[in-house]
């Protein structure tokens, strides 16, 4: 299996562009999470999807962030508009198994400026 | 809520030293402790991941442990090597399907 798919590695843009990261998990596993990184913060869980359904998006840090999984094998996280203090890096991670169970995989990372 | 803390933030080593990596967490009731390895620029790779029933887990020159009543966990690396130079992160599930992350230790080893 390939892992983790992220696209892009790394994106530049400028303040109040929309920004679209993506995802393709791991197949066969069925939850994804969404994280993000910063040498403040560290490494945040921003929402996780269960099958394909959000359960948890309460680390989305307000409205300007939504993510989506239409299907088992793609979720897009979305910025409009961005701003400076959004640039991180955005991490991906699936894993199998119900709660408690089973190995998150990481994705390689989108790294994220936004000037 | 979950704190999970990692000492110390960092460590530099001369190559062949054992070391250990702390870990704590504040709540007691966790599903299971993963240790994680982040190189530079790149995402995470799963080491260990310890069952909440479970004491320790090996995997070649790593060990790690699990205190559950005292929030504790330690990765043991025996004779280290310049390869081993990496951020190393400790996590845990502690409720929901949601993994709590410490700040990590970053490592180096010196040849």
């Known amino acids: 299996d390939a892992g983790v798919i992220q696209s892009p590695r790394h994106e530049v843009t400028e303040m109040g562009q929309e920004v679209t990261l993506r995802c393709k998990p791991i197949?066969?596993?069925?939850?994804l999470f969404w994280y993000r990184q910063t040498m403040m913060r560290g490494l945040e869980l921003l929402i996780y999807?269960?099958?394909?359904?959000?359960?948890?998006d309460s680390g989305m840090p307000e409205d300007r962030f939504s993510a989506k999984m239409p299907n088992a094998s793609f979720s897009t996280l979305k910025i409009q508009p961005s701003e400076p203090r959004d640039s991180a890096v955005y991490f991906c991670?699936?894993?199998?198994?119900?709660?408690?169970?089973?190995?998150?995989?990481f994705g390689p990372g989108t790294r994220l400026l936004v000037l | 809520k979950q704190e999970v803390t990692q000492i110390p933030a960092a460590l530099s080593v001369p190559e062949g030293e054992n070391l250990v990596l702390n870990c704590s967490f504040t709540?007691?009731?966790?599903?299971?402790l993963q240790w994680f390895r982040q190189d530079p620029g790149k995402g995470l790779t799963s080491l260990l991941l310890?069952?909440?029933?479970?004491r320790e887990q090996t995997s070649g020159r790593l060990n790690a442990s699990l205190d559950k009543s005292s929030g504790r966990s330690t990765l043991y690396i025996a004779a280290s090597q310049p390869g081993d130079s990496a951020t190393y992160l400790c996590?845990?599930?502690?409720?929901?399907?949601?993994?709590?992350f410490g700040g990590g230790t970053r490592l180096m080893v010196k040849p």
């Open positions: 991670a699936s894993k199998q198994g119900g709660q408690g169970l089973g190995t998150q995989y």
């Open positions: 197949s066969g596993h069925n939850s």
């Open positions: 999807f269960n099958n394909n359904v959000p359960i948890d």
């Open positions: 709540d007691s009731a966790i599903y299971n």
């Open positions: 310890i069952q909440s029933s479970q």
């Open positions: 996590a845990v599930y502690s409720g929901g399907n949601m993994l709590t």
